[in-house]
């Protein structure tokens, strides 16, 4: 499968990837505009630029000792726990809409750049590829879903920490890279010490496809299985954003390249465009739900079951 074949891009090119076009007008320096007319914002709404893990702030601190746990808890082991317990899907019955809602509630302790409840950053990122790519409503209703995994942190469903949670993620059993955000962390997590898990290739092998490889646990992962269990009609190339859109290691850094194989490579291009949405939509603009509801509500009829287990 190819993605050109599968769903043409917007904007007609073949290179699927956005031209960054810098701005010279009124704006910042740093600002860039997207294929589409979105527009890059060069700092986020603490005043800082995005995903600067290295900055003295109250915030970074909180964030930092976030991926301490993190990186110490995820090992093999955990992971693997995890996705049998949570695969089963036997915990709650809801819908797509009333997870959004349910999302209210939890703010995002990894996250240097938002610090509003989840809904609204479900609803920025989709309205913002909305407005870029209207054809695409696919990955409209991506955006709207990919951090319902975050569910996680409800009591309903275990309470996990957010270590268990959000954050990036990564491959486990294998070597970690050092372009994961705090890498350092890593020398304390007991698979570092294990040979086979610290190694190149750990349990797999040269080109076996990401679909093979155990990514740390979290709401990527959670909320890959729930769609892919409710049997939603969403390409591929949606359920690929929603399973990885967190590993920026991959995305960002072009770490692991040696584990993919060539429908990940295609993948990667639409994940690359909707991270672009993903990050920089964050910001104090608050989204009207309800002027916007009914449209995803449409989408989530088109897209999936009026009811999902969890
Ligand atoms: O802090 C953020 C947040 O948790 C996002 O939902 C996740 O996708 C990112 O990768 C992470 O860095
Ligand atoms: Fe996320
Ligand atoms: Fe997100």
Excluded at 66 to 84: D, L, P, S
Excluded at 196 to 205: A, I, L, N, R
Excluded at 290 to 307: D, Q, T
């Amino acid at each position: 499968m190819t993605i050109l074949c599968e769903h043409p891009p917007a904007f007609g090119g073949v290179e699927l990837e956005e031209k960054n076009i810098p701005v010279d007008h009124d704006k910042q320096e740093n600002e860039l505009v997207l294929d589409g007319g979105f527009v890059v914002p060069g700092t986020n709404s603490f005043g800082h630029t995005f995903r600067d893990y290295d900055i003295e702030s109250e915030r970074q601190k909180g964030v930092e000792e976030f991926y301490r746990k993190n990186h110490i808890n995820q090992t093999y082991g955990f992971v693997k726990r995890m996705r049998e317990e949570y695969g089963s899907l036997n915990r709650v019955e809801m819908s797509i809409w009333e997870c959004c809602e349910l999302l209210n509630e939890f703010t995002d302790e990894s996250d240097p750049d938002l610090d509003e409840p989840q809904i609204e950053h479900l609803l920025q990122t989709a309205e913002a590829i909305r407005k870029d790519y209207p054809d695409e409503d696919w990955l409209h209703l991506t955006g709207l879903i990919h951090d319902l995994g975050k569910v996680l942190l409800h009591p309903s469903f275990g309470e996990l920490p957010q270590w268990a949670v959000v954050g990036d993620t990564f491959p486990v059993g294998c070597a970690f890279s050092e372009s994961i955000v705090h890498h350092k962390y890593f020398t304390e997590n007991p698979d570092h010490n294990n040979s086979t898990y610290s190694s190149k290739y750990g349990v797999y092998s040269e080109g076996c496809g990401l679909d093979k490889v155990s990514m740390s646990w979290g709401h990527d992962d959670y909320m890959y299985l729930v769609a892919r269990e409710n049997k939603t009609t969403l390409p591929s190339s949606g359920l690929f954003i929603i399973r990885y859109h967190s590993f920026y290691a991959l995305h960002r850094e072009d770490a692991y390249r040696h584990l993919m194989n060539e429908e990940d490579i295609e993948n990667l291009k639409w994940l690359k465009i909707f991270n672009k949405y993903d990050l920089y939509s964050k910001s104090k603009v608050r989204v009207d739900v309800e002027e916007v509801k009914p449209y995803y509500l449409s989408l989530i009829e088109k897209y999936f079951p009026a009811k999902l287990r969890w």
